[in-house]
Nanobody, 116 residues
Framework: QVQLVESGGGLVQPGGSLRLSCAAS????????MGWYRQAPGKQRELVAR????????YYVDSVKGRFTISRDNAKNTVYLQMNSLKPEDTAVYYC?????????WGQGTQVTVSS
């Protein structure tokens, strides 16, 4: 059984920064791609960023390019999302996901609120 636990969310002013963490249990972390998603009220969940198992290749949705950075530490079974220059439209619940060949696992989410 794989469990993902996100942390690091909170309330931040526009222009501020937050670093989200997602810690995974189990032994599959280092072999699989990871992603960060978000869901704002009344909107569909969207992919924000993802990283391959090695950490070499990353992808970002256009709206966060140049502001967010995804990274992973396979020794700690943890994936990170560094979020800089935050905007009110970044407000959402952020989820991490691990993609395996058989099934995807999701975390419970962490709230990020960008407001003055």
């Amino acid at each position: 059984q794989v469990q993902l636990v996100e942390s690091g969310g909170g309330l931040v002013q526009p222009g501020g920064s937050l670093r989200l963490s997602c810690a995974a249990s189990g032994s599959i972390f280092s072999r699989n791609n990871m992603g960060w998603y978000r869901q704002a009220p009344g909107k569909q969940r969207e992919l924000v960023a993802r990283v391959t198992s090695s950490g070499v290749t990353t992808y970002y949705v256009d709206s966060v390019k140049g502001r967010f950075t995804i990274s992973r530490d396979n020794a700690k079974n943890t994936v990170y999302l560094q979020m800089n220059s935050l905007k009110p439209e970044d407000t959402a619940v952020y989820y991490c996901k691990i993609t395996t060949s058989l099934i995807d696992y999701w975390g419970q989410g962490t709230q990020v609120t960008v407001s003055s």
